[in-house]
Structures are given as C-alpha cells and as structure tokens.
C-alpha cells in the first residue's frame, strides 16, 4: 500500500461544486488502495476577503489575531472537503494544523517548521481514514498561539506532511498541467516537462516559476521527498520533481545513468518584479561592497543578482548593480541614502523597468557553449543584456521589461525547446 | 476591581463597523477599573452561510466536520474584535473554545458543557489583557474533537465562563433593551423591567421570550451568575435578571425583603411555534398515558402541555391533547400511528394553528385571583381558551393562533403592565 499525500490549492476549491469534484478525485485515489492524506487552502478568495476585513477594522492588524483569523480560511475547506468525501461513503476526518501536529516557531505570518508530528494523522490512517488536513496552517509550542506559514504555505504543509509521514509521493494539484518549459500563456508552444531534478525546479521557482513555492522546492529536496505537480482538472500524468541522488523516485532513472539522454535545458523562467539600484561612484577600495550590502541587509530585502564594473582607473570610483523585489525598492533606496555621506558614494539609481530570463539545466554542468548560444539568441532579436549572472545549473539575463517576452521565445526556440503542438492554458492561479 | 464578562450576538458584529463599535465599549468597561472577559458569536448571518455551504456540498453533512466548519465563524470574529481591541492601544488576546477551557461532551452540534478550565483566560487577566473568547464552542476531551453548543450556545459560553472565573456580573448584550413585560412589536406600551428573578426569566424564556435562551438563564441559575442584558446600540441599563436566595448581587434587595413590593407579574410571552396534537378515544384505563408518553419520549420530541379530560362514563374512552415544537409534529404522529392498535386509540387529531400565552410572575404564589383575572380579560375581549396549563409561578393558555396578539394585549393591559410611553424597538435578533 502506498502512502500518497495530495495537495489542493485554493481555485481547485472554489466552490460547493469543485470540492465535491475534489472528493471523487481522492476517493479514487484511496480505491485504488492507497492511503490519502490531503493539505488543502482556504476556499478561492477566502484568504483575501479575510485580509480585507481586517483591514477595514485596522490599519496594522496585531499578527497573533491576523493568524488566528486567517486559519479560519482552510478550516472552512477542510471540513467541507471532509464532509464531501464522507458523503461519498468513506471516511475522513479534517485536521488543523494543530491537530495535525505541524509545530513552527513563533514567528506570525512567516512561521518555520520546527517539527512535524502526525500522530493523529497516523492514527487516523490507520484505521482506514483519509485524513485532511489545513494547509498554510501551524502551532507554536511555547506560546500555543495559532501560527501561519505564510505564501506558499499550503505546498510546504503537503511536502512536511509527506516527509514526516515517509509518503511514496506528494501530489500538487493546480490549475496548470504541470511544470512548462516555459509559460504558456507567453510561448504557446511551451512543453509540459515530464521530469525534472529538485535542483532545476529550485532555480526555475527561484526565477519567476510561479507553479511552485521555492520554500515547498526546497523542503522536498531536503528531505528527499519526490513531488508530482498535476492539473486538478484532468487525469494526465503531470510533473514529476525529484531528487536524483537521495531518491530515485521508483521507475525514475538516477542522474548518472540519465546523464546523457537528459535534456541540456530544463526550462526558462522570466520574472517583472524585479527593479535594479545602481550605486554610482563609489570609491574602488576594500570593504566598500561589504559596507553597501551591509545596510542592505539591515532592511531584510531579498538581493538577487549583484554586478559590480570594473573601475575606471582614471577617477578610482566604480559602479555597483543589483536586482531586488520593487515591493522593497523604496526601503534599500532609504537605507542608503542615509548612510551615503558615510559610504562615500556619488549617487544611486533606481530602474523598475527591468525584466529578467534565467535559462536552467544540469545539463549545463558538463556543455560548454549554452552562455555563448544564449547570448546569440538575443543579439540576433536585436535585444539588449544589461546584466548576467550564473549558477552552476543557471544562467541569468537582465534586459528591458518591454523585451523580456521576445526573449523568452527566441531563447526558447534556440534551445530547441518547441513542441509540435500548442499547450492547453487554464485560467487563474493557485495558492 | 470587577470582573465582568460580555456577551455580544451576531448583531452586534455584523461588519468592520460594529466590531469597531463594540471593540471601543469593551475598552470603556477596562478602562473603568474592570478585569473584562468577552464571548462573541459569529458575525451576523455568518453561522446560516457556512451551514448553506455544507448543505450545497452534502444533504447530510457529518456532524464532527459540521461542528470543525462551524466553529470557523466564531474564530473569523474574535480574531477581528481582538485586533480591533489592540488598535486602540490596549491589550487584548482572542481564544478558541477549547484554549479558553471550555470543555464538553461528545454530543456534535448540541454539546453539553462538563468543565470550564479558563486558565489561559486567568493568565491573560493577570497579563492585564483583555480575554475574547469564541461563544457556541468546546472541545471534547476524549476525542480531541471541536464542538459546538447548538442555539444559544454563546449566551451558554458567556454565563458559564462567568460562573467558572466567579464574575461579578455576566452581560448579554443585544439589540434590544432589556426584557420587556411583553413583546414590544406586538404591545407598544410593553415596559422594560429593570430586575427579574432568574425562576421568573426561565419561565418566560420557556414560554417564547426570545432575547435569552433558557439554557443559559438555567446555567445562570444554577450557578448564581448574575445577568445584566442591555442594548450594544446606546448606554442604557439593561434588565438584571437575579437569584434572590443564592446570590442578592450587591445593591439589590433579596426576595423576602422585596415580598411586599415585588409585583404581581413580571412579563407576558406569546409562541407561536408549537401544535398541538389530539389522541381521540384512548381507552380509560390504567397505563394508557404512560404508554403514549413513552411512545412521544422515544422520538427526543419536547413535550410542554398536556391536558386529559374527563372520559365520558358512556363511552369508557377519553381524549388526551398536548402541545409540542412544530417542527417535531410530523415525527410523533408517525410513531403514534405506528402502535394505534397496540394502544387503542380511535385516531388522532393535528392543529398546527395555536398560540400560548403564559403569565409569570413569583408574585402568584402569595396571590389568589390571577387566574380569574387572566380568564375574566380573555372572556371579556371574546377570545376562547382552549387549553389551561399552571406552575407555581405561571399560568399558560392556549388560544386560537390568530387571536394570540390580541390576547397580549388585553392582558398585559389587565395586570397593569402597560407603561406611559412606547418601548422603542430596533429591527433584528441576535443569535
């Protein structure tokens, strides 16, 4: 009997209707004699409509009672989706994060995972229950406050849940049909992948991928948990994220014996909310770098890529780039225009016009030449690099924002990334 | 320093603005001197769209998930209230039935309560935070399963929270004054009493008064808690509804010193939500009674009146008439007419169109003459008693369901009730 735990985010539960047609999809999963655990998100909008109301009532909710309040979102669609299945003449019984032993530490609206005990869900299991369970969702031990997990939650309560429960694998339902080589709705002949190394996906969710949570990517890869991300709406076979040298997943060739069949492109990523500052002129002499990144890192922003130019001898001053989410642009931006006179700098700019492509493969590890084939594809389109950055697996591109879809396509072409037919796109986007 | 516990109903919490509303009433009775403990409902018709969604998902939705998806509301409001609370700058701590202590049987959607451990509730007090509390819930200690309290519940969670942390005074707020001699809508002269006995306000609530339910006047009772309810919408004194023998809440004279002073009567209440049923020609002997009763008591349904008249020597049958909830009529004539021949009776007669009138009033006992009056009052406005029920302190009648009002009237108008000017009446009722 294998072990399965599924995940459904909030447009698969949107309503009386959908989370009926979800229970007959976990009922045939338990037929099919396996155990079931589901983490499932608050209904739809839920989650927004609760964020609204707290706002009309205050302008900075206290975090403790905007946790407790938005637990309320899954807890709705839990016993729904429990009351659904039972319904259908099979057991189930829903759990909060609580009850579901998911335990994080105090930090409201952000919360970490510090342990995961599913004794109840264990229990449940054991006697013949599908268990379902409040993504999003935990508890603090100290305090026994009611903690979030914050965006992407509910993916990171699945992946938890299915490595604390040694699950055989974690299904990810969305309303996508899995992972793309590239976005659909911009590059319509995009191809589903069929497989692709934790690491890749890590990368690709790093660069824009919006189908996965980095943090969910990152727990799975840690704790060797194998990861299907499937369509809610159909039964085709979706994308399989695994870890090759953990745990080849059964059926799924390890890294080495795949080594030269695998493709050298995993897919491409673009990402819009990233701006560029740029300090201008700073003295070229050590330790300046660490004061700027310094600061920056007081505000808590999240950098991204970091370019700084080779100095201009003549004048001893040199300019240094780096890309971070807009929503934290004003806060760095006031951060060092504070401390400038201290730093020594001329000036700063600030550029939220910028798009970024990332092209991601292992394959990239043993090919030469994938940098110079990239760099073509865009010179040829007559478009513009502005920055490069790279991994051993990735290699980042910053251009113009007003260019960054042409770019994808003709990398996507160039890299010979095409299908033969067009993909299928659903609307809307998950939790 | 008092400890007082409050009681807000869905009304009181139906948007951002009441919440705000209520939150500042609450810090006005902190900022008095008070230790404050709060109950809240869920808000306004929150509780009928959960139950809607259920019933859109499964006809019979299963009673734990039912309780799991109900006690959500109550979360949604609390949390709400607490950052409401916390914005005007004083402390505040929102806790779900099962973190307050309230502890209860298994009994999924009419849970009885048996223990209240409000350590938290004390910890937070002691913190100097003001408690909010989820109403309608518990927790089930066995299963470790949420439940909840069925109608009434967060009157039943405020009145017990107030007997286990020994309050000073337990107040329900409403939308309403008070409780009145008689319903307001119906006679406009009705007057607000300002002290009821808690022996009193059990028979009214059990005779269709519909601002407290009797399950939570009997708690208050049993456990000395005195009640104050009063409107949320002004600063009015509300009724106190008081146990003269156990517990004369300070200020207030106890029975014996009243006697002479307290009135004949202290309210009028009218149903309209009961029928009666008729079982025609049942044998007079020994035995026959017991044996419907035990039939009816079999189906759960609630009994209030019933009348055998004298048989008719002639005959040697007789006829047995009593009165019970609407909604549970259909179920006992099924299981009457299931063993007509077991008991013999000729057959059975359903009327769905009466209304009870009841007089109460702790007066009555020392008093002879009120019968007369009430009959003498109801002869005189031409409206025909079809039923006559007593207790020590209440007299009940049964009319025809469409002279009801008017028998109110005359009434309250008979026992000198009727006050100088018209009770002001606000739109709604609370949960």
């Given at each position: 009997?294998?072990?399965?735990?599924?995940?459904y985010?909030g447009?698969?539960?949107?309503?009386a209707?959908?989370?009926?047609?979800?229970a007959k999809?976990?009922?045939?999963t338990?037929?099919?004699g396996?155990?079931?655990?589901v983490a499932?998100s608050a209904?739809?909008d839920t989650?927004?409509?609760?964020?609204?109301?707290?706002?009309?009532?205050?302008?900075?909710p206290?975090p403790r009672?905007?946790d407790?309040?938005?637990?309320?979102?899954?807890?709705i669609?839990m016993?729904?989706l429990?009351?659904?299945i039972?319904s259908?003449?099979h057991?189930a019984r829903?759990f909060?994060?609580?009850?579901?032993?998911?335990?994080?530490?105090?930090?409201?609206?952000s919360a970490?995972i510090?342990?995961?005990t599913?004794?109840?869900?264990?229990e449940?299991?054991?006697?013949?229950?599908?268990?379902?369970?409040?993504g999003?969702?935990?508890?603090?031990?100290?305090?026994?406050?009611?903690?979030?997990?914050?965006?992407g939650?509910?993916?990171?309560?699945?992946v938890a849940?299915a490595?604390?429960?040694?699950?055989d694998?974690?299904e990810?339902?969305t309303?996508?049909d899995?992972?793309f080589t590239?976005d659909?709705?911009?590059?319509?002949k995009?191809?589903?992948?069929?497989?692709?190394?934790s690491?890749?996906?890590?990368e690709l969710?790093?660069n824009?991928?919006k189908?996965l949570?980095?943090r969910?990517?990152?727990?799975?890869?840690?704790?060797?948990?194998?990861?299907h991300?499937r369509?809610s709406?159909n039964?085709?076979?979706g994308t399989?994220v695994?870890?090759?040298?953990?745990?080849?997943?059964?059926?799924?060739?390890?890294?080495?014996?795949n080594a030269?069949?695998e493709?050298?492109?995993?897919?491409?990523?673009?990402?819009l909310g990233?701006?560029?500052?740029?300090?201008?002129?700073v003295?070229?002499?050590?330790?300046?770098?660490?004061q700027i990144f310094?600061?920056?890192?007081k505000?808590?922003?999240n950098?991204d890529?970091?370019?700084q130019?080779v100095?201009?001898?003549?004048?001893?001053?040199t300019d240094i780039s780096?890309t971070?989410?807009?929503?934290e642009?004003?806060t760095?931006?006031?951060?060092l225009r504070?401390d400038q006179?201290?730093?020594?700098?001329?000036?700063?700019?600030?550029?939220?016009q910028?798009g970024?492509l990332?092209?991601?493969?292992a394959?990239?590890?043993t090919?030469?030449?994938?940098?110079a084939?990239?760099?073509?594809?865009l010179y040829?389109?007559g478009?513009n690099i502005e920055?490069?950055s790279?991994?051993e697996?990735?290699?980042?591109?910053?251009?113009?924002a007003?260019?960054?879809?042409?770019?994808?396509?003709?990398?996507h072409t160039?890299f010979?990334?095409?299908g033969?037919?067009?993909?299928?796109?659903?609307?809307?986007?998950g939790?």
């Amino acid at each position: 009997m294998s072990l399965i735990v599924q995940k459904y985010g909030g447009s698969s539960v949107s309503d009386a209707e959908s989370i009926k047609r979800v229970a007959k999809r976990i009922v045939e999963t338990r037929k099919a004699g396996n155990e079931v655990v589901v983490a499932v998100s608050a209904m739809g909008d839920t989650t927004d409509e609760l964020l609204d109301l707290a706002h009309a009532v205050t302008p900075m909710p206290a975090p403790r009672e905007l946790d407790m309040l938005l637990s309320a979102g899954e807890r709705i669609s839990m016993a729904l989706l429990a009351m659904a299945i039972k319904s259908l003449g099979h057991e189930a019984r829903s759990f909060t994060g609580s009850q579901a032993g998911m335990i994080t530490d105090a930090r409201h609206g952000s919360a970490r995972i510090v342990d995961v005990t599913p004794v109840r869900l264990r229990e449940a299991l054991d006697e013949g229950a599908i268990a379902i369970v409040a993504g999003f969702q935990g508890f603090n031990r100290d305090t026994k406050d009611i903690t979030t997990l914050g965006r992407g939650g509910s993916d990171t309560t699945a992946v938890a849940l299915a490595a604390a429960l040694d699950a055989d694998v974690c299904e990810i339902y969305t309303d996508v049909d899995g992972i793309f080589t590239a976005d659909p709705r911009v590059v319509p002949k995009a191809k589903k992948i069929d497989r692709i190394t934790s690491e890749e996906m890590l990368e690709l969710a790093a660069n824009g991928a919006k189908v996965l949570y980095i943090r969910a990517v990152e727990y799975a890869r840690r704790h060797g948990v194998t990861l299907h991300v499937r369509s809610s709406f159909n039964n085709n076979e979706g994308t399989i994220v695994y870890n090759p040298s953990e745990n080849p997943a059964e059926g799924l060739p390890t890294e080495s014996e795949n080594a030269v069949e695998e493709p050298l492109i995993a897919g491409v990523a673009t990402d819009l909310g990233e701006a560029k500052i740029t300090v201008v002129g700073v003295p070229d002499i050590p330790g300046k770098a660490a004061q700027i990144f310094n600061l920056v890192a007081k505000t808590g922003a999240n950098i991204d890529m970091i370019v700084q130019n080779v100095s201009a001898a003549s004048t001893g001053l040199t300019d240094i780039s780096f890309t971070l989410p807009k929503t934290e642009g004003q806060t760095v931006l006031t951060a060092l225009r504070a401390d400038q006179s201290d730093v020594g700098f001329v000036g700063l700019q600030y550029d939220d016009q910028i798009g970024k492509l990332a092209l991601v493969g292992a394959g990239m590890r043993t090919n030469a030449g994938v940098s110079a084939r990239l760099f073509t594809a865009l010179y040829e389109a007559g478009i513009n690099i502005e920055m490069i950055s790279t991994s051993e697996i990735r290699i980042s591109v910053v251009t113009r924002a007003d260019t960054i879809n042409d770019a994808l396509r003709v990398v996507h072409t160039a890299f010979g990334l095409d299908g033969d037919t067009e993909a299928v796109v659903h609307g809307g986007t998950g939790r």
